[in-house]
């Protein structure tokens, strides 16, 4: 489907967040947490995206482009070429990447730009009222897309922030949270 670039924010220096909404202003085809679509942008190149907005959201979605260095056209067309109004031909979602229902507790790990996928799981699982907590481990608070929200009211409480750490302080710290959740934790990472 084409889709309109509706609105733009530069999340940090290297992430853009882009909102889509449908050209006639129709409804867009629903989705569950976890999915992605395939956009095609401007210099033809076809590259997939994590939807990241709130999942009920029908009248548009959200996705948010991280800068790769050494793109071959993707990435980098989305944040050069693309503006407000730019039209980009968006697939249906697929589910690739899914939650469980009724787990007793969730642990969200996300490295940079895998923040995507996991916080739509996190406006799901704060829908749900269910037990939950999303790491997110990024090298600086610049870097860290979505903190206005993440910590906002809503999901403060929710939210473990790791920042500037080395490698094996990350799997470190991974360890020990996995290692502390319930039995039966449903454990997702992405990044
Ligand atoms: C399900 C899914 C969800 C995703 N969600 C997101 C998301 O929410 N946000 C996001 O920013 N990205 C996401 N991605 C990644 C995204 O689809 C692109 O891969 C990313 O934007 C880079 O595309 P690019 O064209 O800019 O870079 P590419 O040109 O594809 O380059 C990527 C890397 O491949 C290397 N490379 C270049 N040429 C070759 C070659 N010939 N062979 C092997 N390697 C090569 C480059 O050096 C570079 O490091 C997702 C990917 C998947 C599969």
Excluded at 11 to 31: F, M
Excluded at 93 to 112: H, N, Q
Excluded at 171 to 181: I, Y
């Amino acid at each position: 489907m084409k889709l309109i670039v509706e609105r733009i924010e530069q999340a940090t220096p290297q992430i853009r967040v882009l909102r889509l909404t449908g050209v006639d202003g129709a409804p867009l085809p629903p989705y569950e947490p976890g999915a992605h679509v395939d956009v095609r942008g401007p210099t033809g190149v076809t590259r997939q995206y994590s939807l990241c907005g709130t999942p009920h959201d029908r009248c548009g979605y959200t996705i948010a482009v991280k800068r790769e260095l050494a793109s071959r056209g993707g990435s980098a067309a989305l944040h050069d070429q693309v503006t407000i109004g730019s039209e980009l031909e968006v697939s249906a979602p697929r589910s690739l990447f899914r939650l469980a229902e009724a787990a007793a507790e969730y642990v969200l790990i996300a490295a940079g730009i895998g923040i995507t996928p996991l916080l739509s799981f996190a406006y799901r699982l704060k829908q749900r009222d269910a037990h939950f907590t999303l790491h997110y481990f990024a090298r600086s608070r610049d870097e860290a897309a979505f903190l206005p929200v993440l910590e906002s009211q809503e999901f403060a409480a929710h939210l473990q922030l790791h920042l500037g750490l080395e490698p094996d302080e990350v799997a470190a710290v991974v360890r020990q949270r996995v290692a502390a959740a319930l039995p039966h934790a449903q454990v997702y990472t992405c990044g």
